[in-house]
């Protein structure tokens, strides 16, 4: 595999992070002088090649940093001795270098440092905060309990620390098989968070290491290696996916437990998922060994290897990270944002020219002798949008419109596209008929007068007239001339997978977006090769991804550079296959077509179909009634006056008075004025997840959060968010907020710049709000709530906005 157009480094160059909650932290962590410079990095584990799901994560890191004139560091989490390897690693770090991401000096391997994980190892051991233990794995996971059930003590968790040390030792010396011990941390084995009940750190695995060679046969865990390696290195913000919300409890116990300090904090935000496509790197795998494709660097891959190949630019992929944006929660990302941005990047990098794929012989019957056509390179949309007045030659020298020009030979005999051609056409055909005309792009009109066809009815040439410029066509077509056009071989990539969720269970789910975005965990490829692959993805691969066909391009191109990318007028975007073009066997791939076929066919699969007219109206059913609740006990009418005594609305007394598991879990609130909130979103919120036993924080936990919103310290959106992330993890609602900066609103200054913003990046919009279509100020209205991270208020907010828009 070869590595394609180098790209020079991003840095400030590179779209810029928008404000989000991660920012809002460093901002007040480099004010208060918390951390006297901002300290990122970027983790990938080189088990496979980096891919679309790292680009995101890795943008988040880079740009963050270079954007506080901070430090960024690449770091191979390189812990596993059975799928890391050198070619990962080095593929990994030229993938991401091509990106524009500059680490400079700063590129760490986790396996230099083994010596110092296990010293931290044998400390935790003496301080009495590790022990080795000797169930199985599966008695381990028994004795951990669930969500409703403590964890019980392993027998082997009181034995002393010297008999932990020496076991650790022996562990070390290969005394014991695989899995006959590992060693655990002892924290919390009743904690609502089932990460803290005595999670593993290191376990015997034997394997040859790829850089640490047969030196070491136990292996730091993810949860023990990963903080104390940010430690190391003096990482100050740990950004990752919200997989390891629970897992921030271990990172915290270890800072706190060695005496880190300063130390790193770990930050979560909401993954990117990508419809039609898949980035775990085992199923990857799968495809290349199953011969899906052709290799790690097959142009239908999402690997940035593969991207390269198919002749996306680094350009094009920072943008895209950039449109993504940060925010709290998951979201599956529409592969045609990605594929946009690609056509956006390509618009004005890629020079016109053209090439006939599918050819069809024709006969200029009226054309003397040969001619040679001076053609623009670009069309004038482009040329009017330029902001210096400049185009750029194939070479990328920028010139004036004139002088960005090619020769074309127009010859008597031609090639035009074979569907450009219809001997029995369609209503609304507009291009070629026997006795029709039409435009041959930048040569003048011609009229199929007559055409040949062989035993089995298929058209085999054309013969045409060119007229004069008086006469009129209806459609413009291209060609090349087939005396002089250059043989290639031409193809055409499409979606890989044929549905958005293709790691679905059945085929109707496929069809959706999926519900957990195929991301891998904190976006770099941690995954736990210990389960089952499912390969029922391989079902939905599309048959269409690859179609091959030759044709002839024009002869300007061999002129050019390699690298240079084109339009193919009429076609799509192509430039040469960097691994199997020749000079003397051209073959060019398409980038992207012009234009989004997908969205239009999934429109028309999902248009509804039209009922049939009834032949007769039926008469309308007779309305039933809804059976009514069943009546309250004495008991629970009393608690019903209780709860409405203390300000909780009737109905939603009613709803509690009757659920057992919300008055219980109501029965910890205190009861003073935050009382009536708590019970609403017990009632409402919290109620699917407290009657199915996954509500983790406690109700008096919740009064502190009313309190910041009765006193408008948070918006409700605010509150609402941290209220299912508390649910979800157990953290006391005022600990998030705290440590990410969520209470206060805007001031009125920050608010008015935020609106001018987003109006002024979606200025269309803006022009058509003004020209009657109001309902956009919804629109408005979430960007910039998003854009706040939540922190306007809605009714300040609706009045400025309503008044920028009417100015």
Same mark, same amino acid.
């Given at each position: ?86 070619? &990962? ?19 760490? !391997? ?30 381990? +996971? ?59 750190? &290191?376990?015997?695995?034997?394997? *040859? ?66 419809? &039609? ?99 623009? !390179? ?47 056409? /369609? ?35 054309? &013969? ?23 043989? +290639?071989?031409?193809?055409? !990539?499409? *979606? ?297 208020? /809605? ?10 828009? +009417?100015?």
């Amino acid at each position: 595999m070869t590595a394609p157009d180098p790209s020079p480094t991003a840095g400030d160059s590179a779209p810029r992070v928008a404000p989000n909650f991660i920012t809002e932290i460093i901002e007040r962590d480099l004010h208060s002088g918390k951390y006297p410079q901002v300290v990122t990095r970027f983790p990938p584990e080189p088990s496979g090649y980096a891919h679309l799901g790292h680009i995101f994560a890795s943008f988040l890191d880079f740009q963050t940093a270079a954007q506080y004139g901070g430090r960024y560091h690449l770091r191979m989490d390189d812990t596993n001795p059975e799928l890391a390897t050198q070619e &990962y690693a080095d593929a990994i770090a030229d993938d991401l270098r091509w990106l524009g991401w500059d680490w400079g000096e700063h590129l760490y !391997y986790a396996s230099d440092h083994f010596e110092q994980y296990y010293a931290y190892a044998e400390q935790l051991v003496g301080q009495g905060d590790a022990y080795v233990d000797s169930v199985t794995g599966d008695e381990m +996971a028994r004795l951990r309990g669930d969500a409703r059930t403590p964890g019980t003590p392993s027998p082997y968790r009181d034995r002393t620390p010297e008999e932990n040390l020496d076991l650790l030792r022996r562990m070390r010396a290969g005394e014991f098989a695989d899995g006959a011990h590992v060693l655990r941390a002892k924290i919390d084995l009743g904690s609502p968070n089932m990460k803290l009940r005595d999670p593993v750190l &290191y376990r015997i695995l034997r394997g *040859r290491h790829y850089r640490a060679g047969d030196a070491w046969c136990i292996y730091p865990m993810y949860d023990f290696q990963h903080p104390l390696q940010d430690a190391l290195e003096g990482v100050t913000h740990s950004m990752c996916s919200l997989e390891f919300v629970d897992n921030r409890a271990i990172y915290d116990w270890l800072m706190e437990r060695l005496g880190f300090s300063p130390r790193p904090h770990q930050y979560e935000f909401g993954r990117r998922g990508l419809e &039609y496509t898949i980035t775990s790197k085992r199923k990857l795998r799968r495809l290349v060994e199953a011969g899906a494709v052709s290799g790690w660097d097959d142009p239908r891959m999402p690997t940035l290897r593969a991207q390269r190949r198919l002749g996306v630019t680094p350009e094009a992929v920072r943008a895209f990270a950039a449109q993504i944006g940060v925010s709290r929660t998951n979201r599956t990302v529409d592969l045609s944002v990605y594929e946009n941005a690609v056509r956006s990047d390509l618009n004005h990098r890629a020079p016109r020219v053209m090439a006939v794929l599918d050819p069809l012989p024709v006969t200029l019957e009226n054309l003397p002798e040969a001619q040679t056509l001076s053609l623009p !390179y670009w069309p004038f949309d482009v040329v009017r949008d330029s902001p210096d007045g400049l185009v750029a030659l194939p070479g990328g020298e920028r010139v004036a419109p004139e002088v960005a020009v090619r020769d074309v030979p127009l010859t008597r005999e031609l090639v035009i596209e074979r569907d450009d051609f219809n001997p029995e056409p /369609p209503k609304g055909f507009k291009r070629l008929t026997p006795g029709g005309t039409v435009r041959l792009r930048g040569a003048g009109i011609i009229r199929a007068d007559r055409f040949d066809v062989d035993e089995r009815g298929q058209v085999t040439r054309v &013969y045409a007239t060119l007229l004069g410029e008086d006469a009129r066509a209806g459609g413009v077509i291209h060609w090349v001339s087939a005396e002089h056009g250059v043989p +290639a071989e031409f193809r055409l !990539y499409d *979606r890989l997978f044929r549905v958005p969720n293709p790691e679905a269970a059945n085929p109707e789910d496929a069809q959706a977006e999926p519900l957990a975005p195929d991301f891998d965990p904190e976006g770099i490829g941690h995954e736990d090769e210990t389960k089952p692959l499912d390969a029922g993805f391989m079902a939905f691969l599309n048959p269409d991804s690859l179609r091959v066909t030759r044709g002839l391009v024009e002869p300007s191109v061999t002129r050019d550079p390699a690298g240079t990318r084109y339009q193919f007028e009429r076609q799509g975007y192509f430039w040469r296959d960097p691994v199997d073009s020749r000079e003397d066997a051209l073959v060019f791939g398409r980038i992207i077509t012009l234009k989004d076929a997908w969205a239009k066919a999934t429109q028309k699969a999902e248009a509804p179909a039209k009922a049939p007219k009834p032949a007769k109206q039926a008469p309308k059913p007779e309305p039933t009634e809804k059976a009514a609740p069943a009546a309250l006990t004495p008991e629970q009418e009393a608690e019903v006056a209780r709860l409405t005594a203390l300000g909780v609305p009737d109905a939603e007394a009613r709803t509690l008075a009757r659920d057992a598991a919300l008055l219980t879990f109501l029965g910890g609130a205190p009861q003073d004025s935050t009382f009536a909130q708590v019970a609403s979103w017990t009632a409402n919120d919290l109620a699917p997840g407290l009657r199915a036993g996954e509500v983790r924080v406690q109700a008096a936990d919740l009064a502190p959060l009313a309190a910041l919103l009765s006193d408008k310290k948070v918006t409700t959106r605010v509150a609402r968010e941290v209220l299912a992330r508390a649910a979800q993890t157990g953290e006391a609602p005022a600990t998030i907020i705290d440590r990410e900066n969520l209470a206060g609103s805007l001031s009125e200054d920050a608010l008015n710049a935020a609106i001018a913003q987003v109006l002024a990046d979606h200025a269309d919009k803006v022009d058509a709000y003004r020209a009657g279509k109001t309902a956009l100020l919804g629109f408005f209205t979430g960007q910039v709530m998003r854009l706040s991270g939540g922190k306007a208020d /809605p009714a300040t907010l609706n009045a400025a906005l309503t008044a920028a828009l +009417a100015g």
